[in-house]
């Protein structure tokens, strides 16, 4: 059984920087797609950013150039990495796996999830 564990989030300063981590158990080898998803307050979850386990990242429009995705196959961990952070980057986040290779920001598309962790930026 395919198991997400975060780790990181956080309070934080505009302009500043986080770090979330996401380490999967119950699986050999990662091979499909691996996602973050964020949710603010009032609003519907979005795909923050995609990272198939063979090819490239995808962001979304708003965290392009700050936040970078990657994975530590050897410790079977994904991170996010979020610089330069804005009070609109305020949400529950979510890291998201499906065994698919292919990588889309819809969220029904994706079939394990991590519990979440908050990130709060102030101005």
């Known amino acids: 059984q395919v198991q997400l564990v975060q780790s990181g989030g956080g309070s934080v300063q505009a302009g500043g920087s986080l770090e979330l981590s996401c380490t999967f158990f119950?699986?050999?080898?990662?091979?499909?797609?691996m996602a973050w998803f964020r949710q603010a307050p009032g609003a519907e979850r979005e795909g923050v950013a995609t990272i198939p386990t063979t090819g490239s990242a995808s962001y979304v429009d708003s965290v392009e150039g700050r936040f970078t995705v990657s994975n530590d196959d050897a410790k079977s961990t994904l991170y996010l990495q979020m610089n330069s952070l804005k009070p609109d980057d305020t949400g529950m986040y979510y890291c998201?796996?499906?065994?698919?290779?292919?990588?889309?920001?819809?969220?029904?598309?994706?079939?394990?999830w991590g519990q979440g962790t908050q990130v709060t930026v102030s101005s």
């Open positions: 119950g699986v050999t080898y990662i091979n499909g797609c």
């Open positions: 998201a796996f499906t065994f698919s290779s292919a990588c889309t920001f819809r969220e029904s598309w994706f079939e394990y």
